[in-house]
């Protein structure tokens, strides 16, 4: 029987997955979290597959032997590419997984009104088919519109400034989602919802945006409850976080993505290459 004080994992390629802790922390304040970056390899929307999954397995591995009770995977890239191979080695020791992509789709399929859903994402994201996949499953006919945005990701990353040049960026991707007329767009990386105010200025008020935070809060609120893992009482739960590149470049980045003190930083390396 999995101890209900024990914390919750999750891990991203980098600090956007801290879009998702932040929810967490809102939403689960009792909870305790562990969170790490594998800043080392970022970004994995342009990595090999292959190799890709071989590195997702050794982080999964690694935080369920700090016992946890609940792995996340704070990453949709990861999400597309590895979520079989995290499901695999988390049942090895019974614990469950909640990944990024279901839970967003489930909520763009429920509001979307016109059935024309948007989704911007890294490269690998776009081509494992994950977010047409999820869409397909809600029940409903729905057109669905993905573009690949491989820049993105690393500029909100590297923290670069916003200048014409980067709207001209963000106008290019959001170009084709426009011309088909969405009225919903999956933000498909967990750092997107740093620029989602420029986003949604070039796609107009109409069209909603779908983060994962929100989303996958929301599902690690229903399964911690549904297996009886929740924690109780009304104290803040702890977070640590652990790294895979340079500590200083990580807290510098992450602590404008969380919003909130980091305390200690830890970094920690992986054999295995990605």
């Not at 590195?55 to 999964?60: E, L």
């Not at 990944?99 to 911007?120: F, H, K, S, Y």
């Not at 420029?198 to 549904?226: C, D, E, F, P, Y």
């Amino acid at each position: 029987m999995i101890d209900a004080t024990r914390p919750v994992a999750m891990f991203d390629s980098g600090v956007g997955g801290l879009t998702v802790l932040h929810e967490c922390l809102v939403a689960l304040p009792q909870e305790d979290y562990v969170y790490l970056g594998d800043t080392a390899m970022f970004p994995y929307g342009s990595r090999e597959p292959a190799a890709l999954r071989e590195r997702i397995a050794a982080i999964t591995e690694a935080l369920l032997q700090r016992g946890v009770k609940l792995v996340v995977i704070a990453c949709n890239t990861a999400t597309a590419i590895g979520q079989d191979v995290v499901r695999e080695v988390a049942a090895e020791h019974g614990v469950e997984v909640v990944p990024v992509v279901e839970p967003q789709a489930e909520i763009a399929a429920a509001i979307t009104e016109n059935g024309r859903v948007g989704v911007l994402a890294t490269t690998n994201t776009v081509e494992s088919g994950a977010y047409r996949r999820a869409l397909e499953r809600q029940g409903r006919a729905l057109d669905v519109i993905e573009v690949a945005a491989p820049k993105l990701a690393p500029f909100i990353q590297e923290g670069s400034l916003f200048d014409e040049q980067t709207m001209e960026m963000a106008r290019s991707y959001c170009a084709p989602l426009r011309e088909e007329r969405i009225d919903t767009l999956i933000l498909g990386c967990t750092h997107y919802p740093l620029v989602a105010p420029m986003l949604q200025r070039i796609l107009g008020r109409n069209v909603r945006l779908v983060s994962g935070g929100h989303a996958v809060a929301a599902a690690v609120q229903r399964t911690l409850k549904r297996d009886g893992l929740a924690r109780e009482g009304d104290e803040e739960g702890d977070y640590e976080f652990f790294c895979t590149g340079p500590v200083d470049a990580f807290r510098e980045v992450a602590t404008r993505f969380l919003q909130m003190p980091l305390g200690e930083v830890r970094q920690v390396e992986f054999s295995v290459p990605a």
